[in-house]
């Protein structure tokens, strides 16, 4: 059995044919015997098809002799907490998060919540879940529903001091998806405290059928879903998470739109005051803001390759309190050097009450400072030839190129990123300027006709 679903990084694949119950039952039991983890926990996100693909793992598991402990509907990041809380041997997430409804998957870390990746694992699990020859246990393992989610709520809460909080009205956009049940908690535990933060609820059913698109909220045709609501409730945020809530997008207070780019910037800043000298990661997409800001704060910007198992690998090398990707992730040394959709909000609104200053304020002038389009992707028949195209259409006039991930050329007003995708068949391009705007937009403009030529 060939098995498509493996990716560079997770398992991702079409229902019925690329991913189902026997061949997630045959993923569950190559962790086992690769892994040889005594417990492990598992949960699922909100499509139909992710509770029967969960305990077909679960099964898988058990019968390489692993102990299962079900944590059942949670986001991708309660797993990783878990995983570090109950201090299991792994932890494995049945989601696809912004997928199309036809496809599900897996998100599989180790103890520790280390990533699992091709060189830690992946392929060794891929390559004996594809052959089936699993050795026999002497004994099955267990199986327990647990719950995690009173340690996990009080772990989100110490992000901020609820006591200092000023009042706020908040847009949360939940997308039907696995984040419903965290934001109910996270209000309930606000009027418990007495903080004056007022939610405004969005898409706040848990639906597998997405009545209102697939979370993924950074689709600009998603964007009126939570700049509607922010406009029409003079609300001073608006929050939107994907279907796994591993990534949240934030509007400001007149319901725009703010690119992640910037979110790492204000993020960066906001350690540094508290951890001044530390080292903060960052990706090679879009980076003169992220560089000046952590400089300007006395702390050290370190480049990564894209992708969160790069991203947490280097972060625990370097030690680094913070990491952020203009894709909307961001990852924490004391949440396990994990990404988490729940944490950059609490972080923002505890700047809004420190500072005194609107959403807008904070990010404006650095928004002007470094515009940028946005992340642009294009379906093209050979990736690597357009890259080579694009490469040799500007490297002779390019200051530097680096080669991190994809290519990266800086052309001393204005640097882009080009790169393939890891999960689709498309190629991304990332672009900004020294606030220049319309240079943005003639670059882009010029860039775009020569990769889709």
Known sequence: MELTCFKAYDIRGELGTQLNEEIAERIGRAFAQVLKPKTVVVGGDVRE??????????RGLQAGGVDVLDIGLCGTEEIYFATSHLATDGGLMVTASHNPINYNGIKMVGKGSTPISADSGMD????????????????QGEYKQVSTVDAYIEKLLSYVDASTLRPMKLVMNAGNGAAVPTVNRLEEKFKELGAPIEFIKVNNEVDPTFPNGIPNPILSEQHPQTAGPVKEHGADMGIAWD??????????????????????????EAFLKQQPGASIIYDPRLVWNTVEIVEANGGTPIQSKSGHSFIKERMRKEDAVYGGEMSAHHYFKDFAYCDSGMVPWLLVIDLLSKTGKSLGELVRERMAAYPSPGEINSKVADADATIERVLAAYEKDSLAVDYTDGISLDMGEWRFNLRKSNTEPVIRLNLETRGDKALMDDKTNELLALIRQ
């Not at 060794?124 to 004994?139: D, P, Q, R, W, Y």
Request: hydrophobic share 45%; proline share 2%.
């Open 49 to 58: 098809t992710s509770e029967p693909l969960k305990l077909a793992l679960a």
């Open 124 to 139: 060794a699990i891929k390559a004996l879940a594809e052959s089936g020859e699993f050795t026999e246990v002497a004994k």
């Open 243 to 268: 279907g796994d809530f591993d990534r949240c997008f934030l509007f400001d207070e007149n319901g725009t739109f703010i690119e992640g780019y910037y979110i790492v910037g204000l993020l960066g």
